[in-house]
């Protein structure tokens, strides 16, 4: 079946640590997204990439970093400059970047800081 | 600042009763408007779309109504049932940015 795997499905940081979250798509979409989800805030758009080897910053970049070194995978590290990090991540695809269809999602990751 | 406003936060509603979903939107270069609907503890799912050239679209029991000189549009639960029960959020992209904007979301619970 083809779709977007995250791992891990919750995630522990401690204070002062780098962690990195795994988004990985069999879908072959050219487009993939990552987005925070806080109570009552919506998705927010960290970042985003249409395109192996390119990405770009969304509205809440600072204290993330990403890849695109394949077109089936756009891991998201979240550093320690990161000061809220606990939320649930979520990462999408699309086939383009013309949203004709829509995004594809993952089943999330639920990171706290312990 | 958010640039998809969505309401209400929250509704409870009765079985076969109409759940009615509202997002208003500023920037008039968006031109595509899905719905999504997220269970807990899990990732969004499409569930219907709309372009702003047409004013309704219909799917089953759902549906988008779409006023665009009010930058407005909606979405219909009609018959709502108790599975229906989840989060709904309206988004907002335009084919020339290849992102979505989506809105605070809504809290839909279907009662027996």
């Known amino acids: 079946d083809g779709g977007i795997t995250q791992s891990p499905k919750y995630l522990f940081r401690k204070e002062g640590q780098n962690v990195t979250l795994s988004c990985e798509q069999n879908l072959n979409h050219d487009a993939m997204y990552w987005y925070r989800q806080d109570p009552g805030q919506g998705l927010r758009l960290i970042y985003y990439s249409q395109i192996v080897n390119d990405f770009q910053k969304g509205d809440i970049a600072e204290g993330y970093s990403v890849s695109r070194e394949k077109k089936e995978s756009f891991p998201l590290t979240v550093t320690s400059a990161q000061k809220n990090p606990t939320a649930f991540y979520l990462c999408?695809?699309?086939?383009?970047?013309?949203?004709?269809?829509?995004?594809?999602f993952g089943s999330g990751t639920r990171l706290t800081v312990v | 600042q958010q640039q998809v406003k969505q309401s209400p936060q929250s509704l409870i509603v009765q079985k076969g009763g109409i759940s009615i979903i509202n997002c208003a939107y500023e920037n008039t270069a968006f031109d595509y408007f899905p719905w999504y609907q997220q269970f807990p503890g899990k990732g969004p799912a499409l569930l219907i779309a709309i372009r702003p050239d047409v004013s309704e679209k219909k799917e089953g029991r759902f549906t988008i109504s779409f006023n665009k000189s009010a930058k407005q549009f909606s979405l219909h639960i009609m018959d709502s049932q108790p599975g229906d029960s989840a989060t709904y959020f309206c988004?907002?992209?335009?084919?020339?940015?290849?992102?979505?904007?989506f809105g605070a979301g809504t809290q839909v619970v279907v009662t027996p």
């Open positions: 999408a695809s699309s086939v383009d970047s013309a949203l004709n269809y829509g995004y594809t």
């Open positions: 988004a907002a992209g335009a084919n020339s940015w290849g992102k979505l904007q």
